[in-house]
């Protein structure tokens, strides 16, 4: 017997489809009773060591070989691989009749050794024979299975020397001891025993976004998770809550939720978290990486939350951490003031050096300075002037400031001074505006000093605009009487107006003159002056008539058109942004509400799991969790929550119920209604022949009605099939599987057609297969095969006919035989439904109606198909 545990590298037994595992050997030697240890070589002449028995000659073998007591280590679910070779009964000479070709494996559970403690003393004391003591022993295991070869080897094997190794595999647990034994027991076949592993798996440890799993042992069911909350590695922190990831039995790690994330002043390197550089910072979720200090600060130590400022710049609290230090603003520029009458008006232009922020402010200090030189005395809040006063001498500081001026205490201010009197006369209007050379895009204008100007013109300003737009007008400046007005429109008409500044402000504006550009092109001389632009977009003067929001909202949902009191689907596809949809139709749940039990299932997009959910203020229940595996495209993450943007606009018994989602945190998840006896076709096959018609009949009912409430939704499902109905503990079935081109994609069942679709040949009608005519006739015809795949208890329909020769048949008018045992009634209706004209078939009202009919009247049932038809 070749004991491969012996000397074996461990990981050297680790198989590719358990390659994430890690397998832990357990078996270290093997007792034989009965058995014989025969040194062998195998084919290629290395020797093998066996336990052999070959008693095919006698009757009534019993012969058992047992393990050493093998220590679990905690695994509550271990492996058995056996390796063996077995000899063909029918290739012994004078085929001898009590030669079997299967051997037993049992198993016995202690926690202790007990072969060390009983061997010899029980039978001792007791006074019991060596044949009852071992029939007693043996009668305490436990059987797993009997295990027969898939290959025996014959005489001519022998002599080609060829081995013929059989492997098999069995799972074993819940185990619940410390230890337990093998044995292998013999009936009477030709069996040599090659090699016993005896291996459990585990999930190693791992690292994980940021997080440790310890090395865990999977819990004893077949598909039960085990939720192992993670540790963040040092120097990080969970992000939002503690990561968590699950264990299943084969000993991998399956849906990671949760992360961490390192602290401040770390950041990621290698999963793990390193500390930030000098001159580096970093904080909390801004970025994952830490970033080189802003301009103007500085990090002088590692591990930098934040980066201090230079001496002389500043940083207020709300400054962003990736700012720049910033300083105070220099002196406002350019100062000039405009008096008119009482009123000052002080214009200046923006520091030359802001300090790099944008918050710049200004502070004016009035001061009036009073006669005969006896000084400034402060303004006040409310400086008023009277009219008609003698002049008042006024004495402005400007000062620009910014976010951090408070800070700067000790930062030079630089002020502007201006000296302004008041109630002095502004300048006359001028009288005439003249038209010089006229060119295609310019005018040159000239005009008068006012008559009355009232002190030294310091400008002019000149407005205009195209006649009849002047909610748009431009204003230039000029020092002089006299300039050229560029940038305009060829042929066109336009207005200007002049005025005149002196210190005491402006005068009024001139009337205006009009003046039209040259319809040829000239060249034109620069303008003279600054340009600045004013425009005035006036508010639009049509205003829609006021509409009832609500009313609004009842005729148009996002463009489609409804009809008050009756609810229609919306296609998510018509949404331009499908998270919208999502948002919508919706629910977002938060991940800590739900736990991840186990996995009852594998979708296209990753495992299908279940579990509680525990909403605030609402009674636990049981869900299914769809999963969205890592790794995914944006593509496939809509696809993934398309069906959920479907499902979550329906709301009927005989849908299942969508819970919500998970976006925010990932994986992102589709929660429904948790239903206990899975899809109805392997239901109905694990329970063959098991309900009463009635029960059967109540079944179709409640999918007629699901159909009844998509078709009066407006809603083609396009894959009804038993496949795609879930069934409750209470034997409710609910349509499931929505999401038009997709559940096609991931359904088995459909095939491509000539077309390029992909379509599930065996439940669609022929309209639909021929010319994708998808409608809920077409889902009627699918519905008469579900009725078809119910009443024969999940069979296939149309057997093992290939896709092209259903179609050929179904053309040619052939129709599915009525499955044993089926009312008449209900194939009639099933034949119905199979109607080649589409508006002939029964529509899902009727048949919800026909069903309800039958249900009330149970002895319409009791007619069943003739053999004819079968
Ligand atoms: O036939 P099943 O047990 O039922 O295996 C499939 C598997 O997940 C992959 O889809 C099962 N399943 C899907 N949704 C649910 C649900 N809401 N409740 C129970 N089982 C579900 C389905």
Request: hydrophobic share 35%.
């Amino acid at each position: 017997m070749l004991l491969t545990s012996q000397c074996m590298d461990i990981t050297s037994l680790i198989m590719p489809q358990i390659a994430k595992a890690q397998v832990r050997l357990l078996v270290h030697g093997l007792l034989i009773k009965y058995w014989e240890e025969i040194g062998e070589v195998d084919e290629d002449y290395a020797p093998i060591h066996t336990y052999q028995v070959c008693r095919v000659m006698e009757q009534n073998q019993n012969n058992w070989l047992h393990t050493n007591w093998i220590l679990t280590e905690g695994a509550q679910r271990v492996f058995i691989e056996l390796k063996f070779t077995l000899r063909d009964c029918n290739s012994l000479p004078g085929g001898v009749g009590t030669c079997k070709e299967t051997f037993n494996m049992y198993y016995y559970e202690t926690n202790g050794d007990e072969d060390e403690m009983e061997d010899g003393e029980m039978r001792d004391g007791v006074g019991i024979t060596e044949e009852e003591d071992r029939a007693m022993k043996e009668s305490r295991y436990i059987k797993i299975d009997t295990i027969a070869a898939d290959e025996s080897f014959t005489e001519l094997d022998l002599g080609d020397r060829v081995m013929k190794l059989n492997t098999e595999v069995r799972d074993l647990g819940p185990l619940n001891r410390k230890g337990f034994y093998l044995a292998f027991q013999d009936l009477g076949a030709c069996i040599a025993l090659v090699s016993v592993r005896v291996f459990y798996k585990r999930c190693p440890f791992l690292v994980k976004s940021l997080a440790e799993f310890p090395d865990t042992i999977p819990g004893s069911e077949a598909s039960q998770l085990v939720e192992v909350v993670g540790r963040c590695v040092n120097n990080s922190l969970p992000l939002y809550e503690p990561p968590r990831m699950h264990c299943s039995t084969e000993g991998e790690w399956l849906v990671p939720i949760g992360k961490c994330v390192c602290q401040p002043g770390f950041e990621e390197i290698n999963r793990s978290c390193q500390v930030c550089k000098v001159g580096f910072y970093r904080s909390l979720l801004e970025s994952l990486a830490c970033s080189k200090c802003p301009p103007h600060s500085v990090a002088r130590q590692t591990g930098a939350t934040v980066c201090s400022c230079e001496d002389g710049y500043y940083k207020i609290d709300s400054d962003p951490p990736n700012m720049a230090c910033t300083r105070p603003p220099s002196g406002p520029r350019n100062a000039i003031s405009n008096v008119n009458e009482t009123s000052v008006f002080l214009e200046w232009s923006i520091p030359m050096e802001t300090g790099g922020r944008k918050d710049v402010r200004y502070n004016i200090l009035c001061r009036r300075v009073l006669p005969d030189g006896r000084g400034l005395e402060e303004c006040g809040p409310n400086v008023r002037f009277l009219p008609r006063r003698s002049h008042t001498n006024y004495s402005f500081l400007l000062e620009a400031v910014n976010g951090v001026s408070e800070l700067a205490k000790d930062h030079a201010k630089q002020y502007v001074s201006l000296n302004v009197t008041t109630n002095q006369a502004a300048p006359s209007p001028v009288s005439v505006v003249r038209k010089g050379h006229t060119g295609k895009s310019s005018i040159a204008l000239s005009w008068a000093e006012p008559d009355r100007p009232n002190g030294i013109i310091l400008e002019y300003e000149i407005k205009y605009f195209e006649k009849e737009q002047d909610s748009s007008y431009t204003i230039i400046k000029s020092k002089d009487t006299e300039m050229v007005v560029e940038g305009l429109k060829p042929s066109s008409v336009y207005i200007f107006q002049v005025r005149a500044r002196t210190s005491a402000g402006y005068g009024a504006f001139s009337r205006r003159f009009e003046f039209q550009t040259s319809p040829y092109l000239y060249f034109s001389a620069t303008t003279r002056g600054s340009v600045s632009v004013f425009t005035c977009v006036l508010r639009c003067g049509y205003s829609k008539a006021k509409q009832d929001p609500e009313e609004e909202k009842m005729h148009f949902h996002n463009g489609h058109i409804k009809f008050p009191g009756v609810r229609t689907y919306i296609d998510p596809l018509t949404y331009e942004d499908p998270n919208q949809a999502v948002h919508e139709f919706t629910q977002e749940i938060d991940v800590s509400f739900i736990s991840i039990e186990r996995i009852i299932g594998a979708g296209e997009f990753g495992e299908v799991c279940s579990g509680p959910l525990r909403l605030p203020g609402k009674r636990e229940i049981q869900v299914a969790i769809k999963t969205l595996k890592a790794g995914y495209t944006e593509q496939q993450r809509r696809d993934f929550l398309w069906e959920a943007s479907i499902m979550g606009q329906f709301n009927h018994p005989n849908i299942i119920r969508l819970e919500g989602v998970v976006t925010k945190s990932k994986p992102v998840m589709i929660i429904t209604e948790y239903m206990e006896n899975g899809s109805l076709d392997t239901f109905l096959k694990k329970n063959d022949g098991q309900f009463t018609v009635i029960q059967l009949v109540g079944m179709l009912r409640g999918i007629a009605s699901g159909m009844r409430y998509l078709s009066d939704m407006g809603y083609v499902h396009r894959d009804l099939a038993a496949r795609n109905i879930l069934v409750n503990s209470n034997l409710v079935c609910k349509v499931s599987d929505f999401g038009l081109s997709r559940v096609l994609e991931d359904d088995p069942e459909a095939a491509y057609t000539t077309r390029g679709g992909k379509i599930p040949i065996r439940w669609t009608a022929p309209e639909a297969i021929a010319y994708r005519k998808f409608t809920s006739a077409s889902d009627v015809w699918s519905y008469g095969i579900v009725m078809w795949e119910v009443m024969s208890y999940g069979e296939r329909p149309y057997w093992e006919m290939s896709n092209q020769d259903v179609i050929k048949a179904v053309e040619e008018s052939y129709r599915l035989p009525g499955p044993m045992d089926c009312p008449e009634a209900l194939y009639h209706l099933m034949m119905d439904c199979w109607q080649r004209e589409r508006s002939n078939r029964p529509k899902f009202d009727e048949i919800v109606c026909l069903l309800d009919k039958l249900i009330r009247n149970p002895s319409s049932l009791k007619k069943l198909v003739n053999s004819s038809h079968r």
